[in-house]
């Protein structure tokens, strides 16, 4: 059974930085996509950024010089460091995978951004 868990989420002040991190379990042979989504109050989910096994990553254009997404696929695992953060980066952040035809989600983990 695909277990998605993430932790590293929290609250901190604009301009601050976190980093997030989500192990996968229950994939012998890994995943080929991972990565983060997010979903603010009042809004709809959206991709903040995706990373396959051997290919380049993609960002959303929002967070595009301030986010960095890695992966350890020996650990099945993503990370996502954010840098420069600002209010409209608060939301809950889900990670995400896919593994054939299926696609995956954590229960995601929640950042504010606030003073």
């Known amino acids: 059974q695909v277990q998605l868990v993430e932790s590293g989420g929290g609250l901190v002040q604009p301009g601050g930085s976190l980093t997030l991190s989500c192990a996968g379990y229950?994939?012998?042979?890994?995943?080929?996509?991972m990565g983060w989504y997010r979903q603010a109050p009042g809004k709809s989910r959206e991709m903040v950024a995706v990373?396959?096994?051997?290919?380049?990553?993609n960002y959303s254009d929002s967070v595009k010089g301030r986010f960095a997404i890695s992966r350890d696929n020996a650990k099945n695992t993503v990370y996502l460091q954010m840098n420069g953060l600002n209010s409209e980066d608060t939301a809950v952040y889900l990670c995400?995978?896919?593994?054939?035809?299926?696609?995956?989600w954590g229960k995601g983990t929640q950042v504010t951004v606030s003073s």
């Open positions: 995400y995978a896919s593994l054939g035809i299926y696609n995956y």
């Open positions: 990373l396959s096994r051997v290919g380049n990553p």
């Open positions: 229950g994939s012998a042979e890994g995943f080929y996509q």
